[in-house]
């Protein structure tokens, strides 16, 4: 049987599912050229992760298609439904990655507090001419301990965001339609842990409530937050999307930024991806990094496992 792991695979995950028996094409092929690829090379399983798309026409297209696997927790670059339809396993990775993009939230979190992200572009060009006038600009940080973090959607990333701000000492709320509450638990390297038990609050009150917000919901048909949503913060929030592009309105950002609404934002993902707007690009009061929430080689070495196991199981 023949796998294309089209945007990659770990090593551990590649070699499990050789030693199973499994022909692993680690390969990168365009997306226009990947119906020809998978029919001419016999490919019955094909692994993606955000950037190949198999909706109906590479489904119709590779009849052969037994199992289309996601290396990690969105599906909105699979049409699942039709590919089910079709008699076709699809698989993901919900849990592998969870702490990566937790973490990589917290990168943005403590760089827009401390104003990291401008002064790494400001020290390079005048930190030898205006050292005094930078360190005057970045003085008045602010601490994220005894803060409160709202978090958008409570599924296994939220719930690893909220361990990390429990366990940095700030009040975590969260709300998700689909959760009246939850309880977290922060394990220490000591084996020991903390639970707290957490309630859902509507969204409204969130949004007036949290000092920073954190969005973790899939993709969606219009914006979770925009104008309206902005006008119900805190003045001088500071907001994260490490989750989807196009469920934060950008414009509506900018203008929050230029207010003073919002004091920052953090991005991982953007509505324009992969080219994000200028606007966005070149914003001072924004960190930006290039969808790389899943990035970490531990995630990797997860995802890759994970799918292997799964995989096998299915052939058993």
């Known amino acids: 049987m023949k796998i294309l792991a089209n945007d990659g695979i770990s090593k551990s995950g590649k070699q499990t599912l050789e030693n199973a028996g499994f022909?692993?094409?680690?390969?990168?092929?365009?997306?226009?050229?990947?119906?020809?690829?998978?029919?001419?090379?016999?490919?019955?399983?094909?692994?993606?992760?955000?950037?190949?798309?198999?909706?109906?026409?590479?489904?119709?297209?590779?009849?052969?298609?037994?199992?289309?696997?996601?290396?990690g927790v969105g599906m909105d670059n699979i049409d699942v439904e039709y590919a089910k339809s079709k008699g076709i396993h699809v698989i993901n990775t919900p849990e592998a990655s969870s702490s990566s993009v937790a973490e990589l939230v917290f990168a943005h979190l403590f760089s827009g507090v401390r104003f990291l992200h401008d002064a790494n572009r400001n020290m390079p060009l005048e930190g030898d001419s205006n050292f005094k006038k930078l360190k005057n600009a970045y003085a008045k940080g602010i601490e994220l301990r005894g803060k409160t973090l709202g978090i958008i959607g409570f599924g296994r990333i939220g719930v690893a965001t909220a361990r990390i701000a429990l366990g940095i000492g700030m009040k975590v709320i969260f709300t998700d339609p689909f959760l009246d509450e939850a309880t977290v638990t922060v394990p220490f390297f000591d084996n020991r842990s903390i639970s707290f038990d957490l309630r859902s609050t509507p969204l409204e009150n969130l949004l007036k409530t949290a000092d920073f917000i954190s969005l973790h919901v899939p993709a969606q048909k219009s914006y979770i937050i925009g104008q309206r949503e902005f006008g119900l913060m805190k003045d001088g929030v500071g907001i994260v999307n490490a989750a989807r592009g196009g469920i934060l309105d950008e414009v509506a950002l900018v203008d929050a930024l230029e207010s003073g609404k919002v004091a920052f934002a953090g991005l991982d993902v953007y509505e324009s991806e992969p080219i994000p707007e200028l606007r966005i690009l070149m914003h001072p009061d924004i960190s930006l990094s290039p969808h790389i929430g899943a990035a970490t080689e531990e995630a990797q070495d997860r995802i890759g496992m994970e799918l292997a196991t799964q995989i096998i199981d299915l052939y058993k």
């Open 23 to 71: 022909e692993v094409l680690a390969v990168n092929v365009a997306q226009e050229q990947l119906i020809s690829y998978i029919n001419q090379n016999k490919v019955s399983v094909l692994l993606v992760r955000s950037s190949t798309k198999v909706f109906k026409d590479v489904i119709d297209g590779c009849p052969a298609l037994k199992i289309i696997g996601r290396g």
